[in-house]
């Protein structure tokens, strides 16, 4: 019973930890495109507030982080290419990251390099036909028609969340939020008794 019971323990530290790396990393590179334009940990906020609201998970916001940051410079581009990346995932049927890492490409290098899109036939919807303008205004304009809050296909994501897998992913989500609270402070706490144990190590070295 007590194996039971440390294996069930070494396996929660581990999700912990793993979860806590994940959103510092994350946490670092906002800290760092915030020195260029947005980021920050109001990104952060931003970013898990609206993984919670939309049902898609923590993990899936995280990772596609890069790529929506390079294309949002104030918290209201962000909200918007959030919304753009979770319809067109809901609509093509793909993942998040591949969704927002498609976004990105439209709209730093134009439609035509949204290689995953043009698979799944983009070309056949309003704005991105063979006589569209190609211009990145022009992409962005038919992104918003077709995956923006008001778009086409505006609630593609919702209808795709209202039910047992969107209730899942929203409870899952939760959890990743109190684990990255715990994990926090956790890691707070580490930093400093390796700090102390650092200083300790280097004045008695000779001694030791």
Wanted: charged share 25%; no cysteine.
């Amino acid at each position: 019973m007590k194996a039971y019971y440390w294996l069930g323990a070494g396996v929660a530290i581990n999700s912990l930890i793993n979860i806590g790396k994940e959103a510092d990393n994350v946490s670092n590179r906002l800290n760092q495109l915030a020195k260029a334009g947005y980021g920050g940990s109001q990104a952060f906020d931003q970013l898990t507030k609206f993984a919670i609201d939309a049902k898609i998970p923590l993990l899936d916001v995280f990772q596609a982080s890069g790529d929506l940051l390079s294309i949002s410079k104030s918290p209201e581009e962000l909200a918007k290419n959030l919304q753009i990346a979770a319809n067109a995932s809901a609509y093509f049927k793909i993942s998040f990251s591949d969704a927002a890492d498609q976004v990105a490409k439209a709209l730093l290098k134009g439609i035509d390099s949204a290689r995953l899109f043009q698979d799944k036939g983009i070309r056949s919807l309003r704005g991105f036909g063979e006589f569209a303008d190609k211009s990145f205004e022009g992409v962005g304009r038919s992104l918003e028609r077709n995956f923006g809050a008001n778009g086409v296909f505006g609630k593609a994501n919702q209808e795709l969340k209202d039910g047992l897998s969107g209730t899942i992913i929203s409870l899952d989500n939760r959890f990743k939020q109190f684990q990255i609270t715990v994990s926090q402070s956790f890691f707070d706490i580490l930093i400093r008794e390796l700090g102390d144990l650092d200083t300790f190590l280097s004045k008695n070295s000779k001694s030791i």
